[in-house]
């Protein structure tokens, strides 16, 4: 049961990636795509999907998605460009100070969609790199992050700077309430 | 409108020579790398670019290929500098 | 009157998008090592990708053509912006385990300091250039030798 219903749902994901790449309703382009998609899905769904099968189906969830990559996100990647911008301008690379950091991360983002998003927001904005994901031992999670200048050594002051107004958006999206092992 | 996107389209070629140029002479394999994934992406604007000029949109579809071979071959040659494939 | 406008506009946010093409060209060929190179190439793929589909996909809306054509330029900007931090981050963890050095050394290394041994690997493809060169000190000798002529 478990397997059909992760079936079901990457067939749908994958059949609607083909109607937005192919843009036709012709019945002949459907039943190719339905045929596609039906094997795509058979092979894939055991990699996409690991917990509860129709956590992505949440309108409300899509919609503060939608609201995140538009607004949030987007602002924290143009500030980052513009700093980025003025290193590589200014050209006075040897007064940087890389570095490896530490940073924690909210405990209430548990699921693989929540940290998997936290991790490639802070790969998106130019200047800060996720090298690994690990969790301490209260099971909070921990990003390793590169950074090209360490302006703040201190651990959680890092990571109020480097990620802090992202993750709080998207513990809305991901979040749930710490202690209840929800949807799994 | 035309002649915009055709602009547009030599400036990031240009860009690419200078990539070519970080890759042939980069000192590790690791900034070679570096340079083509960018490459991929700076080419795949390009063929964007390039189709909205000539008004032949399936460069757009040759744009989303490159766009995917990149991403394939900078994570198993990355994987492949790990010692792990 | 409108065309004039969404004429300027397109022509803005291309320039935004060559710039900062720009910045990520100028970083990889000039920034001192390769950490520095893969930070500033993020801007290639952020910014400069994002400005120049939603400047195809303006055209594309004021000239008539297809929502086909709409559609797939922003499958072509979310795809960019989704696999690019997963190959990213690859590239870095790579560099960094096969023991790529930093111009100046980390001022803080957390990943060395809590992995201790673990953090780098010995196990690597990355073969110094003189691996390869089989026409340096060989074939001079040779030369010299005479047995080639």
Redesign the interface.
């Given at each position: 049961m478990k397997k059909i219903s992760a079936w079901l749902s990457t067939f749908i994901l994958c059949f609607l990636f083909w109607e937005?790449?192919?843009?036709?309703a012709n019945p002949r382009e459907l039943l190719l795509g339905a045929l596609v998609s039906a094997g795509a899905a058979a092979l894939s769904s055991r990699f996409l999907i690991h917990e509860s099968a129709w956590y992505l189906y949440n309108p409300v969830r899509l919609l503060l998605l939608l609201i995140y990559c538009l607004f949030v996100f987007m602002r924290e990647?143009?500030a980052a460009?513009n700093q980025?911008?003025k290193i590589?301008?200014s050209?006075h690379?040897?007064r940087?100070?890389?570095?490896?950091?530490?940073v924690p991360g909210d405990g209430r983002i548990r699921s693989e969609y929540g940290l998997a998003m936290v991790?490639?927001s802070i790969?998106?904005?130019?200047?800060?790199?996720?090298?690994?994901v690990a969790e301490d031992d209260q099971g909070n999670p921990v990003y390793?992050v590169?950074w090209?200048d360490?302006a703040e050594?201190d651990r959680g002051k890092a990571g109020e700077i480097i990620k802090g107004r992202m993750e709080r958006a998207i513990a809305r999206i991901w979040g749930e309430k710490p202690g209840k092992e929800a949807d799994r | 409108m035309n002649t915009l996107f055709l602009i547009g389209a030599i400036c990031y070629v240009v860009l690419a020579l200078g990539l070519i140029y970080r890759i042939a002479r980069g000192p590790s394999a690791a900034d070679r790398l570096v340079a083509a994934d960018s490459l991929d992406l700076i080419t795949s604007t390009a063929l964007v670019l390039y189709a909205l000029s000539c008004g032949r949109m399936i460069y757009l579809d040759i744009a989303l290929v490159v766009a995917i071979l990149g991403f394939i071959s900078t994570v198993f040659i990355s994987r492949y500098l790990e010692g792990r494939v | 009157m409108m065309s004039t406008v969404m004429t300027a506009i397109i022509a803005v946010l291309l320039i935004i998008g060559a710039f900062f093409a720009l910045i990520g060209t100028m970083g990889i060929l000039r920034m001192p090592d390769v950490f520095g190179r893969m930070q500033a190439s993020t801007c290639i793929a952020t910014l400069s990708t994002i400005c120049v589909n939603l400047a195809g996909i303006l055209y594309v809306i004021t000239a008539g053509l297809s929502a086909g054509t709409a559609v797939k330029l922003v499958i072509l900007a979310v795809f960019v912006l989704v696999t690019n931090p997963i190959s990213n981050h690859a590239l870095c963890k790579a560099a960094y385990r096969i023991g790529c050095k930093p111009a100046e050394p980390f001022c803080v290394d957390d990943l060395a300091a809590d992995f201790g041994e673990e953090a780098h690997t010995h196990n690597t493809a990355d073969l110094p250039d003189s691996a390869f060169d089989v026409s340096g000190a060989d074939a001079s000798q040779q030369a010299e030798e005479g047995e080639l002529q």
């Open positions: 937005l790449l192919v843009w036709s990647l143009i460009n980025m911008a590589v301008l050209g690379y040897d940087l100070s890389p570095g490896v950091i530490r991790a490639n790969t998106l904005t130019p200047g800060t790199i996720t090298m690994d390793y590169q090209i360490v050594t | - | -």
